[in-house]
């Protein structure tokens, strides 16, 4: 039925932005200054055939040695954006995790 398919389509938009989140965390991991530069800036990570997670990491955002990651997907008319905050341990390089949510549109 459509309704089965529009969850299916934003549950699937979900996964496909926890991916790209995903995706920014290794790169932080291999990178601590890791960034995309200017707000705004994204780079794609290709989940599947037509999904696509656009990214942006912000260094030093909320506040000093924070990343901010977010990360927005569509599937079909389906939309879904997610924020992580992760904090650098600038002598370990250890990235932890300090919130993971679903950022309303």
């Known amino acids: ?23 920014a965390l ?12 200017t ?3 994204t780079y794609p990570v ?12 912000q260094q030093d955002n909320p506040v000093a040695g924070q990343v901010k990651i977010l990360s927005e997907a569509w599937v079909l008319l389906y939309r879904r954006k997610i ?8 002598v370990t390089q250890r990235a932890n995790v300090i919130s993971w949510e679903q950022v309303a549109l």
């Open 1 to 23: 039925t459509n309704t089965t398919l529009a969850f299916r389509a934003a549950n699937r938009a979900l996964a496909v932005a926890s991916a790209g989140i995903d995706d």
């Open 39 to 41: 707000e705004g800036s």
């Open 26 to 37: 290794l790169k932080l991991v291999r990178n601590k200054n890791f960034d995309t530069g």
């Open 46 to 57: 290709n989940v599947g055939p037509n999904e696509t997670a656009n990214v942006e990491v």
């Open 83 to 90: 924020q992580a905050v992760v904090a650098v341990d600038p």
